[in-house]
């Protein structure tokens, strides 16, 4: 008994960091128009809780991005189906969402390589920007995020109007901007801007 | 018969090298804003195996670069669709890729050269250059790349210092540094750069 | 009295330091092209040995560039003629400058800026970028500079390949990389990037 | 005496390599329009047999171009008078050629770092170029020059036609081309370019 305890704890802080949950049944959600809602219970809640994805809404239920879907669907965390029940699998949701957003697919390969390196990563929209990212260990609450993230491809264009611009907003909000470049191999790249007067 | 038969093998080895498939169709590869994507099938993740184009996803598609997908749609190896089935060809293509990156047409041009003349060409934004160019015969992975290639388009303008921290570039990945440049008639000129104290 | 006095040496070395000479004749200099040489005399020297300005060559003369001349000629240090002995102002300056380098203006406020907050900046052209920077209080000689510079105008574009290669080029020099961005009011904004792996 | 004969072989070596003649007269030269003309004497023939400075006329004397007397003048080799006797200095000669020849500090600076390495270097303007330099110790005549030399200035801007050009004038002639960069220091930064078909 002691064992599968400690089994268990081990368990939970790899789950933390991934938000994988092994040998659990994939918690139910559904997809309706653009919205994504999971089933009402403690395992969906612990989404919250444990991994930081998404917000609990009132009725216990735990709504997420579509990013935060594709990611915890290819992750094999959650089952998504429309409200007719039929089943979405990740590439249909890839393909749903690419239309709804901008950029989806270099979004979400930034937000999964930030994901996977045991971030909590969060939208920026408030901001300005398209993600906020909070230092390892630290949850939303205990205290500040610790960049903004732009995430781009590697062939796109910049200028510096729009580097500005972002970090801008990095400044005002106290943080720093971390740039994602995603290249032609899904690799990211990441350079952290500090605005400075010297 | 024989003689035939060894001779059609080594046919189909050289055209999988330059993805020149003969009596072969065509595979499928849908383009979903900025991205394209392979059908999920043996030939297609050839194009991986034998070639070094793209990157195999989880779901054994295979993702292709805009610029890959240029150069295998204009060899005749894939045709693209929209997500709407409609087909894409070359000049398509080209237009709808030469929007969304700057400075496309005169890296396509040299990117289809080097593929010709038979290397393995990838990006090179992780050591801050367009691409890396693999000795023939060299696959990544087997052995590192051996230049790193910049295409300039002959009308441009650039500073010393601009061609300065090319070669610091270069020497600092140990590669050796290749100018490409591209004249008015799409005609391709390189010059292999070395820093020197005479 | 004595007070006074002392007070004077100290405004005397602040000046030396900044380039601003009060109550002292300029110091004169002769363009020729594009090279710029000063009077032989030990105030000129200073130029050099005080502030880090130019080159003392083997005549005791001092050969400036046209940036520096141009900051020395607008803070009213040196006065600059042709060989003609005709007098040459900070305008005419600036458009004969324009005309012979590129991007000679988006240098030369950066540069300014910077001479002003008390830094010695001198070419980069080694390193493969435009500027080096020293720290407050460092002389070229004394240690390695602290900041490679690249001026850029805001509305210009740029590729996340070159924005790779000048981080290269800062981290194979061990030096920290300072983008700074001058805007349609001549401000200058700094940003300095590092490279990071989160 | 023995040592005295071992420290002039020693001499004798230096004087090769630099062309400096120690403890001689220097030798005289007379400029006339542009022209610069040795006196006819063994020592001045010895600066085109050894150093292969100029030609030899067919009268014995020696003619020399700008660039080479501005140099042999630095070092104390020669001494320029006009043709009225009276002498012109270093400052006046380089004052003069500025006016002459197009380009001329930034040529000389080159020629000089060059020749202080050991190198033969001489006019290409046959070839399209500005200089040509020969392998250390090679002699004009034992074999072709190696390098066709393009000095330029760190803050001058180059067009890819330029480039192109210049190496085109390197290839036919069978040579690589070598930039030499001026910088604000008056140090020279050297890149081997080579025309390569990959």
Not at 63 to 88: D, H, M, N, P, W
Not at 114 to 129: D, E, M, S, W
Not at 163 to 178: G, W
Request: proline share 3%; net charge positive; glycine share 4%.
């Amino acid at each position: 008994m002691f064992d599968m305890q400690i089994k268990k704890k081990k368990l939970s802080k790899k789950q933390e960091k991934e938000g994988v949950k092994i040998n659990k049944t994939p918690i139910k959600a559904v997809l309706s128009k653009n919205t994504v809602t999971t089933e009402n219970s403690d395992q969906s809640r612990e989404l919250y809780t444990q991994g930081r994805y998404g917000v609990i809404l009132n009725n216990g239920k735990v709504q997420l991005s579509l990013i935060e879907t594709a990611y915890l669907t290819e992750k094999g965390t959650i089952e998504v189906v429309f409200e007719s029940k039929r089943k979405i699998d990740f590439e249909k949701l890839i393909k749903k969402a690419t239309k709804l957003e901008p950029n989806f697919w270099t979004r979400y390969c930034v937000f999964k390589d930030i994901r996977n390196r045991g971030y909590i990563i969060k939208t920026a929209l408030k901001f300005g920007a398209d993600f906020r990212v909070y230092d390892r260990g630290v949850k939303p609450g205990e205290d500040h995020a610790k960049w903004i993230v732009y995430p781009v491809q590697e062939a796109s264009a910049l200028t510096w109007y729009e580097f500005s611009a972002k970090n801008r907003v990095a400044h005002s909000t106290k943080k720093k901007l971390l740039i994602a470049v995603l290249d032609a191999e899904n690799d990211v790249t990441y350079w952290e801007i500090k605005w400075t007067r010297p």
